[in-house]
């Protein structure tokens, strides 16, 4: 594709029946539901034409709809088949890009809800990168300990992870270890054709584009949750 005048729509899913926490992405955070803090740093760049809001929940809909007042932002409504707990993101994008997007020459940012310290600044950064790069990309952030250190629990005893295992060779000092990354889910850009290709994950021939831990914060469970309370409210967001 050309990787020149670039029109980009913005997909944020944010289905209704989470388990590990209930209904988080609307749960309130530093006075607005999670979702919204995602929505309103797409909505903000100038670069995104068009923000889709994807949920299985009018509820969700008219909610985001009090908080959130812009032409951009429209409405994917999934039926129960599509949002299931079963369900991944890439194979609904995938199964539905004709419905969702209607421009192949269009790329488009996924943008989980479950990421609010994630801020306009950073989807332009890694638009940048896209564009310099002209491949597609991932957001992600470094690992707050070692995974070399890492082992399985078999019964009673254990199984290093990795061969070299410092709990094998007594290579334990933090400083010797590699830095090792992992995705976010806060950022991922990528034509819309792909999506009529058979892509199997969307890390597949795509760049990764670093943020610091407290931005990558990843809300899934209540102490997450809670982690990103206590940043908004030391203002360290």
Known sequence: MEFQNIKYVAFVPARSGSKRLPDKNIKILAGKPLAVWTLEALVNTNRIDKVIFSTDSITYWELIKEYVVSDKLILDLRDSEN???????????????????????????????????????HINDALDLYESHEKSVFSAAEYNFPVSFAFK?????????????????????????????????????RPIEDLRANLPTLYVDAVPYIMNEIDSTDIDKEIDFLFAESLFAFNLK
């Open 153 to 189: 629990k078999t019964n009673f005893d254990w199984k290093p992870v990795f061969d070299k295992s410092p709990l094998i060779t007594g290579n334990t000092r933090s400083q010797d270890q590699d830095h090792v990354y992992h995705p976010n889910g806060a950022i991922y850009i």
């Open 83 to 121: 949002a299931g707990d079963n369900v991944k993101i890439l194979d609904y994008l995938k199964n539905n890009n004709e419905k969702i997007f209607t421009n192949v020459d269009d790329s488009f940012v996924l943008a989980l809800p479950t990421a609010p310290l994630r801020k306009t600044h």
